[in-house]
């Protein structure tokens, strides 16, 4: 079974600038979740989506991301313009239904300078 | 508001010994909770979970104990091995309008031959 499969891996960009990630869950899962990771912290949740309706964005920062997922399949964040403290791990996961595990992808590391 | 924690962040065993790793939560509508492993540039992986209908739940030399009362779990690992050297976070999750999972800071884990 194919895991969640995220990219980039890596980017880095300067301040003011935007970027974009993109995750295309498990096949078959219908919650998908962006979460925010900083160095040396949790994994903070930006963005939970069932199907292609959002579930809870309390967390994100909307005057500067966004996130979309087309068709209730694969998703993008946005972050545009960047700042330097959303310099973190992006992850994104899926999971069958509530209360059930969810399977993460790599991550993409976003350095701003 | 930090409605899980981990309050040691880091722990060195002994090969062959047990690990525990400690979690606390202070959110009484939690009712999943969730152990993920992290190794560096990779996502966590999911470990073994946990219901709160029960209080104990066991996968090989993982075992997740739950003490609803005092809202605190732990994890135990028998015995340690090098390969578990990892950070280790517990999450939860439940309760209406709040089904994403919630991390703890995370316990890094060394495994001292």
């Known amino acids: 079974e194919a895991g969640v499969a995220q990219s980039p891996r890596y980017k880095i960009i300067e301040k003011r600038q935007s970027v974009a990630f993109w995750c295309n869950p498990i096949?078959?899962?219908?919650?998908l979740y962006w979460y925010q990771q900083i160095l040396g912290q949790g994994p903070k949740l930006l963005i939970q989506f069932q199907n292609n309706g959002v579930v809870d964005d309390s967390q994100l920062p909307k005057d500067r991301f966004s996130a979309e997922r087309l068709k209730g399949v694969d998703s993008t964040l946005k972050i545009q313009p960047a700042k330097l403290e959303d310099s973190a791990v992006y992850l994104c996961?899926?999971?069958?239904?509530?209360?059930?595990?969810?399977?993460f992808g790599q991550g993409t590391r976003l350095t701003v300078v | 508001d930090q409605q899980v924690k981990q309050n040691s962040p880091s722990l060195s065993v002994q090969e062959g010994r047990i690990s525990i790793l400690n979690c606390d939560y202070t959110?009484?509508?939690?009712?999943?909770f969730l152990w993920y492993k992290k190794y560096p540039a990779e996502g966590p992986t999911f470990l073994i979970s946990i219901s709160s209908i029960k209080d104990k739940n066991e996968d090989g030399r993982f075992t997740v104990f739950l003490n609803k009362s005092a809202k605190h779990l732990s994890l135990h690992i028998v015995p340690s091995q090098p390969g578990d050297f990892a950070v280790y976070f517990c999450a939860a999750s439940g309760g209406f309008g709040n089904e994403k999972l919630t991390f703890g800071t995370g316990t890094r884990l060394t495994i001292i031959p």
């Open positions: 959110n009484s509508m939690f009712d999943y």
């Open positions: 096949s078959g899962h219908a919650t």
């Open positions: 996961a899926s999971s069958l239904a509530y209360n059930t595990e969810a399977f």
